[in-house]
């Protein structure tokens, strides 16, 4: 119980820091949003090695060194999770936290598209259901926004890839992330370098502050993922899926209480399709993870009678 307990103290942490990033990103201006996107690849792999060293976790590289599957999808995994950690640096600054939100709100249901399309699995009932509210949901607010609502999109389906990627590589955390931070430092030092030359850089020309406020992107990286990695080895995935709420409801607050973004009355409606979607969705997950249970304490031979 007390490693249980631990864990789920890790995943809430994770989801709370990923929750608030909307406070840190406009801490960097005036950097633009690929210069923060550059150094957060950068210092990333800073972070992510100091880790490893203080860990003193180095037997992996060759292991991993002797397959070009894994490190093939690693390389796939760095280029889907420029866009998503882009994507979302520019709606942040741009003043779209909640559309941001909405993003990681429809990602759940985003990955059980992909496991029906891509896997060929197959959803109960009230699954469909979920996805269905969360297309209607997506209808709504294209009407509200008067055009589809991109980011959202692009966030969700962009992490619901890169979560899809990860799992077919089956890699450690930190390790996978050291791989793909350094498949995306040369061109993140490329633009450093750049803007550098051509007097557009804002790291060293705004003062000791603005600097260590964009070395520390590399921080807020790492530090969630790895609280991450604890809590996924500790709790079951049930818990870690109502966990992973934390971080969007905190996004959204964000927006609605501290960017003061305007709500009008078709969002709310559209957002809580949305949360009608997740509900119907967690509620199926939570009845479905009991009955496995279930059925493997009275039968392991059982299971094949559970409804999956």
Not at 18 to 34: D, I, M, N, Q
Request: net charge positive; charged share 10%; proline share 5%.
């Amino acid at each position: 119980m007390p490693d249980l307990r631990r864990g789920v103290l890790f995943g809430a942490a994770a989801y709370t820091m990923w929750g608030l990033f909307p406070l840190y990103w406009p801490l960097l201006k005036p950097s633009g949003a690929v210069e923060i996107l550059a150094h957060r690849m950068a210092w990333s792999l800073v972070a992510v090695l100091v880790v490893l060293a203080v860990r003193r976790h180095w037997s992996w590289i060759s292991g991993l060194l002797k397959e070009p599957r894994k490190l093939a999808l690693l390389a796939l995994a760095a280029v889907i999770v420029t866009v998503n950690w882009g994507v979302y640096i520019y709606a942040v600054n741009a003043g779209q936290v909640v559309e941001s939100a909405l993003g990681y709100f429809i990602n759940p249901l985003i990955s059980v598209l992909f496991g029906v399309v891509l896997l060929k699995e197959r959803l109960r009932p009230l699954q469909w259901a979920a996805v269905g509210f969360g297309t209607l949901a997506v209808l709504v607010l294209t009407i509200d926004y008067g055009r589809p609502p991109w980011i959202a999109l692009a966030l969700a389906v962009s992490f619901g890839l890169y979560g899809l990627v990860k799992k077919q590589a089956n890699v450690g955390a930190a390790e996978s992330l050291t791989v793909e931070t350094l498949v995306l430092l040369a061109p993140a030092l490329a633009y450093i370098l750049y803007l550098g030359q051509t007097g557009q850089s804002t790291f060293g020309t705004e003062g000791l502050g603005h600097a260590a406020l964009l070395a520390g992107a590399g921080v807020i990286t790492a530090v969630p993922l790895l609280c991450f990695t604890a809590a996924a080895i500790r709790v079951p995935l049930s818990t870690i899926g109502l966990l992973q709420y934390i971080a969007p409801v905190l996004q959204f607050l964000c927006g609605v209480l501290v960017a003061k973004e305007t709500m009008p009355a078709s969002r709310w409606i559209g957002f809580s399709i949305v949360w009608l979607a997740l509900a119907i969705f967690t509620y199926d997950s939570i009845r479905t993870a009991r009955a496995t249970r279930a059925a493997i304490r009275k039968s392991p031979r059982t299971l094949d009678n559970v409804v999956t």
